[in-house]
């Protein structure tokens, strides 16, 4: 009885063991060690995806549609692959054309893209998460009145203008650019004519500089000469004074003797 107890307690241990063994296969199966997760991250930061707005998506009416875009993917390994759920869409490295894939015809909006790896291992990991926002287009850029128009300072002809924005407002607020913007071309003007008065002064400066740096050594020389020479005057000038009046204290002297 005994014997069959500890026989018993031997098969339950070992099926312990195998069922525990397996988990523990299992478990390495679906798991994506360090290094491997490494290396599909490096290859998912490498992605680049950007968009560019189709010039050739007609509408019904045969008038062109500039709020469809065509996304680039730019880097796709082919062991890696993109996802977006809103689209949907999905793009496989083994279809990008060395690593490049485009897909048309995508509206504006908010997309996110998540990259995943083509591994038993990493199946279920997200290695990147990309998100890319398309503008919607600004009609108002296509007017008349926008040809002439700076579209970086008046944003309402700006093409990715984003606002909802009403044909009065739109009016109104290109009247008073335009209105502004020729009192700036005015002063502008003004300022120029400043401008040019005063490079005119100083290109008179700039050619007496110039003169200076050329001949500084004779101006230099010559102020030397006058001094010595205006020296030599005076010297000569005080001299012939004191000899005058040497003299006339010897008439002196001479003149008093003979009264004596």
């Known amino acids: 009885m005994k014997l069959k107890r500890n026989k018993l307690y031997v098969v339950l241990f070992m099926l312990f063991c195998l069922l525990s063994n397996s988990s523990i296969i299992k478990a390495e ?29 007609y509408n019904e009416d045969g008038s062109v549609n500039k709020d469809y875009y065509m996304i680039e993917v730019n880097g796709l390994h082919e062991r890696l692959a993109l996802f977006n759920y ?4 999905g793009i496989s490295g083994l279809n990008a054309d060395d690593g490049n894939y485009t897909t048309y015809g995508i509206k504006n909006g908010t997309y996110t893209f998540y990259v995943k790896a083509f591994s038993a291992y990493c199946k279920n990991e997200i290695f990147r998460t990309i998100t890319i926002n398309i503008p919607k287009y600004n009609v108002y850029a296509d007017r008349e009145e926008c040809k002439d128009v700076d579209k970086n300072k008046f944003v309402l002809c700006n093409e990715n203008y984003q606002f909802e924005i009403e044909e009065d407002t739109f009016n109104k607020r290109l009247t008073q650019y335009k209105k502004d913007n020729k009192a700036k071309n005015i002063k502008v003007s003004k300022d120029d004519n400043k401008k040019d008065t005063i490079d005119i002064k100083k290109t008179w400066l700039d050619k007496l500089i110039d003169f200076f740096k050329e001949y500084y050594i004779f101006l230099i020389l010559g102020i030397i000469i006058l001094i010595i020479g205006i020296i030599v005057l005076l010297k000569k000038k005080t001299n012939g004074k004191k000899k005058l009046i040497k003299k006339n204290n010897f008439k002196i002297e001479v003149q008093s003797n003979e009264k004596k």
């Open 29 to 57: 199966e679906y798991t994506c060690d360090k290094e491997e997760y490494a290396i599909y991250k490096k290859l998912a930061d490498q992605i680049k995806v950007s968009f560019k707005r189709m010039d050739n998506y």
């Open 86 to 89: 809103e689209i949907p869409l």
